[in-house]
């Protein structure tokens, strides 16, 4: 199994730009969840959706951001415009079902810096 | 609102070495308690978990005992290696039913020294 991709791996972009990050869950799971990471707040959950649809996006910090997930195979997370304080590495995450304790699978991550 | 607490480190051991990894949690409800473990530049593994009080999750050498008394998921290992030098995160799922975010603690990052 290819496990969860996401791309970029890494963008260095400047302030006031707009970034988009992707992920591809694994094949046949049916939540997807979007997490931030840095030094300060440590593994924050931004977003996370079932079978596509958003179910809470609580955790994301403002309207700059915004998520989707057109099909089961792909998602995005788009930060417009971008800023210093958005560097972080952003990892996308993936589970097979919604019961209980359900394993949720890690991507790579995307490590973003804005300058 | 749930949160989990454990030791941040850094942890510096020598090979050989007995592990333990202080996790607590604060919940409502019954959730799933997990140990994630995140090597360099990589994204986070599942290590081992537990679904239900005194469950004991096991993986690669490593233990935990959901401990509902003492709202508790410590991580041990008898014998740490080089290789399990990484950052472990303990981790809380939601009750209730449904595939909800996880909860994560700040992270502990353990050094193994030859």
């Known amino acids: 199994d290819a496990g969860v991709i996401q791309s970029p791996r890494h963008e260095v972009t400047e302030m006031g730009q707009e970034v988009t990050l992707r992920c591809k869950p694994i094949?046949?799971?049916?939540?997807l969840f979007w997490y931030r990471q840095t030094m300060m707040r440590g593994l924050e959950l931004l977003i996370y959706?079932?079978?596509?649809?958003?179910?809470?996006d609580s955790g994301m910090p403002e309207d700059r951001f915004s998520a989707k997930m057109p099909n089961a195979s792909f998602s995005t997370l788009k930060i417009q415009p971008s800023e210093p304080r958005d560097s972080a590495v952003y990892f996308c995450?993936?589970?097979?079902?919604?019961?209980?304790?359900?394993?949720?699978?890690f991507g790579p991550g995307t490590r973003l810096t804005v300058l | 609102g749930n949160s989990v607490t454990q030791m941040e480190g850094p942890v510096t051991l020598s090979e050989e070495a007995f592990l333990t990894i202080n996790c607590t949690y604060t919940?409502?409800?019954?959730?799933?308690l997990f140990w994630y473990v995140q090597y360099p530049g990589e994204g986070l593994q599942l290590l081992l978990k537990a679904t239900k009080a005194d469950d004991k999750g096991s993986n690669k050498g490593f233990e935990a005992t959901y401990r509902k008394e003492t709202t508790s998921f410590h991580l041990e290992k008898g014998s740490v290696q080089v290789s399990d030098s990484a950052v472990y995160f303990c981790?809380?799922?939601?009750?209730?039913?449904?595939?909800?975010?996880?909860?994560f603690g700040k992270g502990t990052h353990l050094i193994i020294q030859p």
């Open positions: 094949s046949g799971h049916n939540s």
């Open positions: 919940a409502t409800g019954y959730p799933s």
């Open positions: 981790a809380l799922g939601h009750s209730g039913g449904g595939a909800d975010g996880l909860t």
């Open positions: 959706f079932n079978n596509n649809v958003p179910i809470d």
């Open positions: 995450a993936s589970s097979l079902d919604q019961s209980p304790g359900t394993t949720q699978y």
